[in-house]
Nanobody, 122 residues
């Protein structure tokens, strides 16, 4: 059993930055991902990082603005979000999957956090 606790969301203006954190308990060898669900839309992939931190993945719309990282000593993954845009407004969820999983496939994530809300005003 893995428990995930996200934090760092909030209300910001366009162009501002936020850093999301997701602390995990339980197993330590897993890939971690961030997804988001905008109002009225389905949940979408945002970014992921493999278990060792050697590979990172981003959806095209956040490349150059978001950076994912992890601290395995703290079992925590971070999502640094810079130059936020109105369209980044969403509830952000972190999730974990086994190290052998496909980080781009949301169905291969076994555990999910409760979500943290990010609102970007234009």
């Amino acid at each position: 059993q893995v428990q995930l606790v996200e934090s760092g969301g909030g209300l910001v203006q366009a162009g501002d930055s936020l850093r999301l954190s997701c602390a995990a308990s339980g197993r330590t060898i897993y890939n971690m991902g961030w997804f988001r669900r905008a109002p009225g839309k389905e949940r979408d992939f945002v970014s992921a990082i493999n278990w060792s931190g050697s590979y990172t993945y981003y959806v095209e719309s956040v490349k150059g603005r978001f950076t994912i990282s992890r601290d395995n000593a703290k079992n925590t993954v971070y999502l640094q979000m810079n130059n936020l845009k109105f369209e980044d407004t969403a509830v952000y969820y972190c999730a974990v999957q086994p190290a052998s999983g496909n980080v781009l496939n949301s169905y291969e994530y076994n555990y999910w956090g409760q979500g943290t809300e990010v609102t970007v005003s234009s």
